[in-house]
T-cell receptor, first 111, second 111 residues
């Protein structure tokens, strides 16, 4: 099956700093989503981005499907950005939509 | 607009007890999914339902059964709970070629 690797596993930032999170995947995909899991455990949809670039406020994401990676950019980080960021992909074959999750990047933003 | 609703939010069981986790979505989505999340890990797929009347196994189906009661509802049953099934359970749904939307999770502890 598809392998999903996220890096770095942990990240500590000072408030106001920028960061880049990376997601590598091992096969072609027709779905890629970025999630933020907040301290209450809720999974917040950030981006649905199987290819291309999207922006939403201070967050943006780019997926280069041909090279099998995606990047999540966080600019001017805030303490509320703390939590775990997951990348999840669904393989192109069969269109079942079954998501394979990476292990996550735990982000701590210090005031 | 509730999205994906899971009940209960918390549950404590004794080993050997049975219970059913409920999930309902109001977005008219065809596909529904059950995942589990263990500490420090990403989510793993237990079962999914591509459409009403169909179900199929995911990565970790042992010890679980599911029922797609109708288009809105997809339940997960533990027939004889084991401590290894202590986890946070998430339900999700999606329309074809669209992102998955997740519920807030059910925290299940088995003593």
């Amino acid at each position: 099956g598809i392998q999903v690797e996220q890096s770095p596993p942990d990240l500590i930032l000072q408030e106001g700093a920028n960061s880049t999170l990376r997601c590598n995947f091992s096969d072609s995909v027709n779905n890629l989503q970025w999630f933020h899991q907040n301290p209450w455990g809720q999974l917040i949809n950030l981006f649905y981005i199987p290819s291309g670039t999207k922006q939403n406020g201070r967050l943006s994401a780019t997926t280069v499907a041909t090279e099998r990676y995606s990047l999540l950019y966080i600019s001017s980080s805030q303490t509320t950005d703390s939590g775990v960021y997951f990348c999840a992909v669904a393989g192109s074959y069969g269109n079942t939509g079954k998501l394979i999750f990476g292990q996550g990047t735990t982000l701590q933003v210090k005031p | 607009n509730a999205g994906v609703t899971q009940t209960p939010k918390f549950q404590v069981l004794k080993t050997g007890q049975s219970m059913t986790l409920q999930c309902a979505q109001d977005m008219n989505h065809n596909s529904m999914y059950w995942y589990r999340q263990d500490p420090g890990m990403g989510l793993r797929l237990i079962y999914y339902s591509a459409s009403e009347g169909t179900t199929d196994k995911g990565e970790v189906p042992n010890g679980y059964n599911v029922s797609r009661l109708n288009k809105r509802e997809f339940s997960l049953r533990l027939e004889s709970a084991a401590p290894s099934q202590t986890s946070v359970y998430f339900c999700a749904s999606r329309a074809t070629y669209q992102p998955q939307h997740f519920g807030d999770g059910t925290r299940l502890s088995i003593l």
